[in-house]
């Protein structure tokens, strides 16, 4: 049962480079987001997908992109990295939020990113 | 745009008292979540609220939801050190696909 799959767990980067964190799931889930934790903020809706090929701004998408080329992948890239994205990044997934589906969410482990 | 406010953001309490956490939204939200987070861990599902009324109960917790006050609560009854997480609430405004989550509030129970 590996449910949703996040890498790198960690990473390091220096101001101004570029990575992308990987977000899969196993059990074909249309709706998958991305959200960062830090400290006294709660978690935090960066970017959201309703399935493949659409995406949506969260609450705070300023420096990443998304994409949702296939139904199991939801990868978040940051374009130029900066200090005040060192987080940690969840991506978590649901069948859906509309109609009788709960739309709970299933979490990944997280990656934790330091930005230099 | 909802927010959702909990408090307190820290409780520490004693094991075998009763206590309840408050998760305030600002916005007509048509369903409430709880989630529990261990320490360097990711988030683990307690709770969906879909209803007005709503009460859910699995072990020493119950989370229940008012529509019309906005607010949810989480008690926990008799609580334990095994109870000792970080609790979050979120909330969905109607017909949106964005949860929305609280600042969380940190549980530490002590014999």
């Known amino acids: 049962n590996a449910g949703v799959t996040q890498t790198p767990k960690f990473q390091v980067l220096k101001t101004g480079q570029s990575m992308t964190l990987q977000c899969a799931q196993d059990m074909n889930h249309e709706y998958m987001s991305w959200y960062r934790q830090d400290p006294g903020m709660g978690l935090r809706l960066i970017h959201y997908s309703v399935g493949a090929g659409i995406t949506d701004q969260g609450e705070v998408p300023n420096g990443y992109n998304v994409s949702r080329s296939t139904t199991e992948d939801f990868p978040l890239r940051l374009l130029s990295a900066a200090p005040s994205q060192t987080s940690v990044y969840f991506c978590?997934?649901?069948?859906?939020?509309?109609?009788?589906?709960?739309?709970?969410?299933?979490f990944g482990e997280g990656s934790r990113l330091t930005v230099l | 745009e909802l927010k959702v406010e909990q408090n307190p953001l820290f409780l520490s309490m004693q094991e075998g008292k009763n206590y309840t956490i408050y998760c305030n939204y600002s916005?007509?939200?048509?369903?409430l979540y709880w989630y529990r987070q261990d320490p360097g861990k990711s988030l683990e599902s307690l709770f969906v609220l879909l209803s007005n009324g709503a009460v859910k109960q699995e072990g020493r917790l119950m989370a229940s939801l008012d529509t019309k006050a906005r607010l949810s609560t989480l008690h926990i009854t008799a609580a334990v050190h095994d109870l000792s997480a970080t609790y979050f609430c979120a909330g969905r405004t109607y017909y949106t696909d964005k949860l929305i989550f609280g600042t969380g509030t940190r549980l530490q129970v002590f014999p």
């Open positions: 978590a997934s649901s069948y859906n939020l509309q109609g009788a589906n709960t739309g709970e969410l299933f």
């Open positions: 916005t007509t939200s048509d369903r």
